[in-house]
């Protein structure tokens, strides 16, 4: 780069910080409304916060979606831990106060009502009382809703959880890498709700995996029973 193009850069850079406020996002960032630190409220795409979180371990994020949608996926499990309705979280506390008495860090606060849990790792293999070894191995952003990825007994697994068209629930979708043994997903607690899934019945609360290499799948966990 000549040093005419540079300055012609630095200067377009000062004209659109010059804007402040009034500055257009970049393609690819989105606005958050509401008090953004404290109480933020997601838009038109998710918000992913890496906070303790009630009911998980230090390594949970809090997943905001569009519509009022959340839930927590516990890293240091490698799994979902449950998934409300009516807001994402309040951080208010956690602003002013870092730790109390006991040196325990403040968790954020859910606004709004959990409607599911799973209280236990859904997959097994082989076995359907068989806990699977289990690895985090990160996540990335696709249209905008991050996909988890963990390791199960080695084997590569993408979940992504979106939220229903009502609003009134949640679909996880699954990309498994390889099944070529038993393989189960367990639904959690589900009392009250509607349940189903792309890749068969789901009978006495678990659902048999297909064999295959890449298999998806979607599990849709709701309040309301979706079209």
Not at 84 to 101: C, E, Q, S
Not at 115 to 132: C, H, K
Not at 137 to 151: K, L, N, T, W
Not at 169 to 183: S, Y
Request: charge should be neutral; charged fraction near 25%; proline fraction near 6%.
């Amino acid at each position: 780069m000549d040093r005419r193009s540079a300055d012609d850069r630095i200067d377009s850079l000062w004209a659109a910080l010059s804007m402040g406020e009034r500055m257009t996002l970049p393609d690819g960032l989105g606005a958050v409304t509401g008090d953004a630190e404290a109480k933020p409220v997601p838009g038109r795409e998710a918000i992913l916060i890496n906070w303790d979180m009630p009911e998980a371990t230090p390594a949970a994020f809090a997943v905001g979606l569009p519509g009022q949608v959340s839930y927590c996926f516990d890293a240091g499990e490698s799994r979902l831990r449950y998934a409300w309705l009516g807001g994402f979280i309040d951080m208010t506390a956690t602003l002013y106060r870092k730790a109390d008495a006991n040196k325990i860090t403040p968790t954020a606060q859910l606004v709004g009502q959990v409607f599911y849990r799973s209280p236990e790792f859904p997959l097994r293999i082989g076995a359907v009382d068989r806990v699977p070894q289990r690895r985090f191995r990160g996540y990335r952003i696709i249209e905008g809703v991050p996909q988890f990825h963990y390791q199960i007994d080695g084997i590569d697994v993408y979940e992504r959880v979106v939220a229903t068209k009502s609003k009134k629930g949640i679909t996880r979708e699954f990309t498994i890498a390889r099944v070529d043994q038993p393989m189960w997903f367990l639904a959690g607690q589900t009392d009250g709700l509607f349940v189903s899934s792309t890749a068969g019945a789901i009978q006495d609360g678990r659902l048999q995996i297909p064999r295959g290499d890449g298999v998806r799948f979607r599990v849709t966990i709701s309040k309301e029973k979706e079209d």
